[in-house]
């Protein structure tokens, strides 16, 4: 059966189509070619000849014309549309009429970096001429890093061993700096909010570097869909860059279907199971022999998952190991295995977390499945478009679970369809970003005195750091003063660096994952059962001190699920401005997580069959916040039930979570929004705001000195929502937070502006 034939028998199933809220079928379209422009070298032609490309694209050809032109672009058009020619042609193009111009390739990860590495090795494997191609990472051999300083002409690398292993070291990258003549950013759209803050910042030190070597570099972005993917990149790079997203690639026949399990508690409104409905759904995919990728929300799910469809490929007769699961805390060896598998057509369902939504090349496969939506429009669309075959029929098929926010999005399709995805926001100016990026780049060239940096604050923050002695200013000049490495001590992600390594004891001591920090209480406590390519494994002992997981293969009917608790203690307050009957308050918070137990979870039938308690440290982070301080009887003054506040509260802290990065131009989870009913430091109600890093970045400081257009901003928001009680584009759905909580919500914020203009 092929899947058209599938897709007919599903149509014909009244059963399966009762749960159906949405069938779209998006028609094929066929592809738009152009020649090869006259200026692409005779060489490179017909070498990608030997890879069967006769004829280009319409929009490889128009990225290659716009940066032939000298144009800055940005390439948005869908996975496997050949976006990598789209800038591989023209740099390949350049180094093959000058041989001594050099590129260089970022991408937001390791893995993604090195699979490209392999796909362009390719090609230029390919020309007769030795184009040195290299990937430039922790990785890399000490002994090799002269040869691909000296000698690449494309060095594939990330952004933090940009700004920690290349930047600084400028003066021994010295030929690559002298004839930099491109700088390629792939995925761009994964640099929002304080992460492509700080890559804005890197790019404003490689492009000052560049210059002082009298380069100037431009720049070749790809993005996925994001709302506005023009404006990210001109952000990204502060220059203007053309927009490429007509894409010509063709594609086949797609339907998207959105699926509703069948209630089974119609008191509790409970639903089946979204694992036992994707495991019924992916049965048939597997009978049917099509290609499929399940999208599952955590790592526990996606074993769980792995496991279900492992158990039918038996029963199908089908070899274990054409079924495989992937995600972060796979070793890389296993990773390239599974990617190539997929590539080749050998692995015949893949069950993975988002790790797989990037750009990693997998091929485009049949089937997507999602189990449960993945939380926001952008990475839908993203796992959606791993299905998509350029001349037969696809399928992405959603299975919502029985959470407010699924079951608002499967009953509201034109949610899906319509919204536009998230805008990519980044803010390089942002005080604390901008004054580590200033160091760094003082370390690697002094400054001059007029020289810009940033428009908004070069020459005050230099005198600052003067001040501080950070700097010494002598003539017109500022110079770096200490012994240390700046960079060093500036990090560009949230996450910390640690892992913990799992290892195997039932044989021979093998390390067979790791897990980072922050998810290592939850995944491998004591006593849980850990999952590892659908085997179950008994976690004997954590060493928290060694960073160590102890674990035994075991064979259960069980999975554990760890009960986790935040909790905010504030630290100090550091200003503070009573208006009227509310405070405006900023300060430093702790901020606590701690997994207290674990419930054990049957295999199949979902039944909770016992639980278990756990003792590890609290994970800590202090970071600031900005906070509003209610009055103590708020409820009673706004004619809010008693009972009916904490939703108000919750209501509000979701608008902000919502609203908020707009204004302190982060993404959303940059920050993060908390209410409180009675806060243990103040006693009164109280809707906290925090950075979500280690430290703080200035978002809530920015906050806290005009909190006005945000707290506006929500009130508009709420206030000109169409829904009735409440939606994920506003205070979240009414059955999450309640039926009264958008009105008490407009309630609660103006009253909170009212006193905010009152005094
Ligand atoms: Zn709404």
Not at 190 to 203: D, M
Not at 284 to 295: A, C, P, Y
Not at 464 to 476: E, F, I, N, P, Q
Not at 672 to 698: E, H, I, K, T, W
């Amino acid at each position: 059966m092929t899947l058209e034939q599938l897709i007919q028998y599903l149509k014909s199933q009244p059963d399966f189509l009762s749960n159906v809220t949405h069938w779209q079928v998006v028609p094929e379209q066929a592809a738009e070619y152009a020649d090869f422009p006259d200026s692409v070298d005779s060489r490179l032609k017909k070498a990608l000849e030997t890879k069967g490309i006769r004829r280009l694209y319409s929009h490889q050809a128009e990225a290659y014309r716009q940066v032939r032109s000298g144009n800055h672009v940005v390439l948005v058009t869908p996975t496997a549309s050949g976006k990598t020619l789209g800038y591989n042609l023209p740099v390949l193009n350049r180094i093959l009429e000058d041989p001594e111009s050099r590129a260089l390739y970022l991408f937001p990860t390791k893995a993604l970096a090195q699979d490209q590495y392999h796909e362009l090795h390719d090609l230029t494997g390919k020309l007769d001429v030795d184009i040195k191609t290299y990937t430039f990472d922790g990785d890399t051999p000490v002994s090799a890093r002269q040869a691909i300083r000296r000698a690449g002409h494309i060095v594939m690398t990330n952004p933090d061993m940009l700004h920690q292993g290349i930047l600084p070291h400028h003066t021994i990258w010295l030929k690559l700096f002298e004839n930099l003549r491109y700088v390629v950013i792939d995925e761009v759209h994964t640099y929002r909010g304080v992460f492509g803050s700080h890559l804005a910042n890197v790019l404003r030190r490689l492009k000052r570097i560049a210059r002082f070597y009298g380069s100037d570099p431009q720049f070749i972005c790809c993005s996925a869909t994001i709302a506005n993917p023009k404006e990210l990149a001109e952000k990204i790079v502060e220059a203007p860059v053309e927009l490429i997203d007509r894409n010509g690639a063709p594609r086949g026949r797609k339907h998207y279907i959105l699926y509703n399990p069948p209630v089974v508690n119609r008191e509790l409104g409970i639903r089946r199971s979204v694992l036992s409905e994707v495991n019924r759904l992916a049965r048939l995919f597997l009978e049917t022999g099509v290609q499929s990728i399940v999208f599952a929300r955590s790592r526990v799910r996606v074993e769980v998952l792995l496991r279900y469809l492992k158990e039918q490929a038996r029963s199908l007769h089908l070899p274990q190991n054409r079924i495989r699961g992937y995600r972060g805390g796979y070793l890389p060896l296993e990773r390239r295995e599974i990617e190539q598998g997929l590539r080749s057509g050998e692995v015949l369902s893949v069950v993975s977390t988002n790790a797989l939504e990037l750009g990693i090349d997998i091929g485009q496969l049949d089937v997507a499945v999602m189990a449960g939506y993945p939380g926001s429009i952008a990475s839908a669309w993203q796992q959606a478009g791993r299905a998509g075959r350029r001349s037969t029929t696809s399928l992405a098929i959603m299975v919502a679970s029985s959470s407010p926010l699924d079951q608002y999005i499967i009953n509201h399709p034109e949610y899906f369809f319509e919204k536009s995805p998230e805008h990519g926001i980044v803010d390089p100016d942002n005080l604390l970003i901008l004054m580590s990026h200033l160091k760094c780049a003082a370390f690697e060239i002094p400054f001059r005195e007029d020289e810009v940096f940033s428009p908004v604050a070069t020459r005050e923050v230099l005198d600052y750091l003067a001040d501080k002695s950070v700097l010494r200013k002598s003539g017109d000049k500022y110079h770096w003063m200490s012994e240390i490495y700046p960079a060093e001590e500036v990090s560009l992600r949230s996450a910390s660096p640690d892992n913990v390594v799992i290892i195997d004891t039932t044989r021979d001591d093998s390390v067979i994952g790791e897990t980072d920090l922050f998810s290592a209480p939850m995944l491998v406590h004591q006593e849980a059962i850990y999952m590892h390519g659908s085997l179950q494994y008994h976690v004997d002992k954590l060493d928290w001190e060694r960073k160590k997981a102890y674990v035994r293969q075991v064979d259960l009917d069980y999975y554990t699920d760890a009960i986790t608790k935040t909790d905010i203690k504030v630290l100090s307050v550091d200003e503070e401005k009573p208006r009227g009957q509310v405070g405006l308050v900023f300060g430093e918070i702790n901020v606590n997580m701690v997994t207290t137990g674990y419930k054990k979870i049957k295999l199949f039938t979902h039944e909770n069959v016992g639980s278990g308690r756990v003792f590890l440290p609290e994970i800590e982070m202090a970071t600031s916040a900005f906070w509003i301080d209610l009055p103590a009887d708020c409820a009673g003054l706004l004619g809010i039930a008693a009972s009916e506040l904490s939703s108000a509260l919750q209501a509000v802290a979701n608008l902000l979570r919502n609203i908020a990065p707009v204004y302190l131009m982060c993404d959303p989870s940059d920050i993060r929004a908390v209410p409180m009913v009675r806060s243990p430091f103040s006693q009164l109600p109280v809707v906290y705001l925090y950075d979500n890093f280690p430290g703080g970045v200035g978002l809530s400081f920015k906050m806290f000195n005009d909190p006005r257009p945000t707290l506006e901003g929500c009130l508009r928001l709420v206030s000109g929502c169409a829904c009735e009680a409440g939606c994920p584009s506003c205070t979240g759905p009414a059955l999450e937070i309640g039926e009264t909580a958008k009105r008490y919500a407009q309630k609660l914020l103006t009253f909170v502006l009212q006193q905010i203009e009152n005094s």
